[in-house]
């Protein structure tokens, strides 16, 4: 059995704006699958490919307004290309985010729906991952955290610390799922989660059952009676195990 992170999902109070907000920023291609859903892919891909990453965005009552747990990190090339994406991302409807982060060579802004997102400096590490360099989630004990999804996943471990962990996909493509150590236990739902997607997708019940032995536990986010699963992290991270439909 295989378990792949397919997709980052983000909550949104108009997915359609949103989506074209995103779409402009990575260069990305826009579907929908339905009615509040909008579905992102980058060029020369369709969902599911293997050897790509995807963004969906679904509009939901009132997203809630917390300290987001989740975040992107955009690549770049060059300081040049890094000045000119920021300006871009400006012009489309992002903002000057402050986190705290101080003089820090990457520069932080938030989206249309106050998504905060990072640009980063050129970085060797992300020459190859396409325009998102990784998928980043605050934790308080990134070892423990890189216990369960190095387990949970069909990815490779590439780095853990006190302080930092780093998956990859196995084949070396799309952006890196990093944990960063981050004072504060979490509270409240993310407005942006993980999906994952079993091979064969008929495996979720049993991927699901593996994933609760790691760690993992059941999550109600309202979803009711919906394809997919709804799990928490063992930090209350909440993420989806996908199925068909």
């Not at 799922?177 to 994952?196: M, Q, V």
Request: with cysteine; charged share 25%; hydrophobic share 40%.
């Amino acid at each position: 059995m295989a378990l792949r992170l397919i997709q980052v999902n983000f909550k949104a109070r108009d997915d359609s704006a949103l989506g074209r907000f995103w779409a402009e920023a990575l260069g990305w291609n826009v579907s929908s699958e339905a009615p509040g859903v909008t579905n992102l892919e980058p060029e020369g891909f369709a969902w599911p490919d293997p050897d790509a990453f995807y963004v969906d965005l679904v509009t939901v009552p009132d997203p809630e307004t917390v300290r987001y747990r989740v975040h992107l990190d955009l690549s770049t090339t060059s300081a040049a290309h890094q000045a000119e994406l920021v300006a871009r991302l400006q012009e489309l409807g992002a903002t000057p985010a402050d986190v705290g982060q101080g003089d820090v060579p990457w520069t932080v802004l938030a989206d249309p729906e106050g998504n905060v997102f990072c640009v980063l400096e050129p970085r060797e590490i992300y020459r190859d991952t396409g325009p998102i360099a990784a998928v980043v989630v605050d934790c308080e004990d990134p070892r423990a955290m890189a216990r369960f999804w190095d387990e949970a996943l069909d990815w490779t471990l590439h780095e853990v610390t006190d302080d930092h962990a780093r998956l990859r996909s196995a084949k070396g493509v799309g952006p890196y799922l990093e944990f960063l150590r981050t004072p504060g236990a979490k509270t409240g739902r993310n407005r942006i989660h993980l999906d994952l997607l079993p091979h064969p997708v008929e495996d979720q019940e049993a991927e699901v059952a593996r994933l609760k032995t790691l760690g993992a536990t059941a999550a109600d986010v309202g979803q009711g009676d919906a394809p997919w699963k709804v799990l928490a992290d063992p930090e209350g991270n909440e993420f989806c195990v996908l199925g068909r439909g």
